[in-house]
């Protein structure tokens, strides 16, 4: 319990430091990007116009510590103000409506990541230095090495110009119509192949050789050749004795994993114009969307703490030894 306690508070100080940041970094900028940004607008709107616009944009010149508790209350009914590029559509909707695409296909790819390049670590320690053990992990870490841009493009040009299997573009087909119906859902699940297949090849080498080398640390513990020993099956000597220990130092990895389905990929969101966080972050950016460069920021600080939190949760079920230390300390 003191153990979760510790833990939780730290979520929640570093939770507001993000916050803090957040507010901070962009009113520390050089110049006023309020003042380029309606810049545009000078000649073309009346002065109380223009002034309606500032105030509907949250733009104030109280002072910081005002602005900075009514950001707070802004973060807490989950205002996060109104996005330039799609004015007058809030930074809120477009986050909602983005997340789950990034969650759906990077959350997807990172999950048979996980699954697969951890079952083929284990295997390839079990029979280190076969075949599998020679090949598998070269293959793999040559995908890797590849940017992730570079391995959408390929993909795209074999599979979607040259063969036309797979569409090269968009999250579904512009003739259904979206909603929790068939031909809609055959549709994403159609048009995220390729983007799925972009993530899983860039990163399921990192499982492999990650759970390869615990393995064959852990196989050569004392209690696992006591086992042996004792005439204890392969198979359970396998998963029960050996990767299940081996999984600790994955879990660490895990944390980074699950950060990253919210941030996403942003490269590969860009090549495919998939509609997820990535894929918008990198439009506000080009526009100079600050509201909705803030808020994206901000989701993505706040999945990776809470990513983190999961993980510590995780790691001391599995591994009691972690809650004692936490407890004295």
Do not use: C
């Amino acid at each position: 319990m003191r153990y979760f306690l510790n833990r939780l508070g730290f979520l929640l100080i570093s939770i507001w430091a993000a916050i803090t940041l957040n507010f901070i970094l962009p009113r520390m900028m050089p110049g006023n990007p309020a003042e380029i940004i309606f810049a545009k607008f000078q000649g073309h709107m009346q002065p109380q116009a223009l002034k309606a616009l500032k105030l509907q944009f949250g733009f104030s010149h109280q002072p910081l510590i005002i602005q900075y508790f009514q950001y707070l209350g802004n973060i807490l009914t989950g205002h996060f103000g109104l996005s330039y590029t799609y004015y007058p559509t809030t930074v809120a909707s477009i986050i909602a409506n983005s997340l789950p695409w990034t969650v759906g296909a990077v959350g997807l790819a990172t999950l048979i990541s996980i699954l697969v390049g951890t079952f083929v670590g284990i295997l390839i320690a079990w029979r280190r230095d076969g075949v599998l053990d020679r090949t598998i992990p070269i293959i793999t870490m040559f995908f890797q090495s590849i940017p992730y841009n570079w391995s959408a493009f390929m993909l795209l040009f074999v599979f979607g110009f040259t063969l036309n299997w797979l569409p090269m573009y968009h999250g579904y087909s512009s003739s259904v119509n979206p909603g929790f119906n068939g031909p809609f859902l055959s549709s994403v699940l159609y048009h995220g192949v390729l983007p799925v297949v972009t993530i899983f090849i860039s990163g399921v080498s990192g499982w492999i050789v990650g759970m390869r080398n615990n393995m064959i640390n852990t196989l050569g513990e004392d209690y696992v050749v006591f086992a042996e020993a004792k005439g204890i099956s392969g198979r359970r000597l396998m998963f029960s004795y050996a990767a299940r220990n081996a999984l600790l130092p994955q879990v660490t990895g895990l944390a980074i994993a699950l950060s990253s389905i919210v941030s996403g990929s942003i490269l590969m969101e860009q090549v495919f114009s998939y509609p997820g966080i990535g894929f918008q972050l990198n439009t506000a950016v080009s526009n100079e969307d600050y509201p909705m460069i803030q808020g994206m920021f901000l989701i993505i600080a706040l999945s990776v703490l809470i990513a983190n939190f999961i993980v510590d949760m995780l790691y001391v079920r599995l591994d009691p030894r972690v809650r004692t230390g936490g407890a004295s300390s």
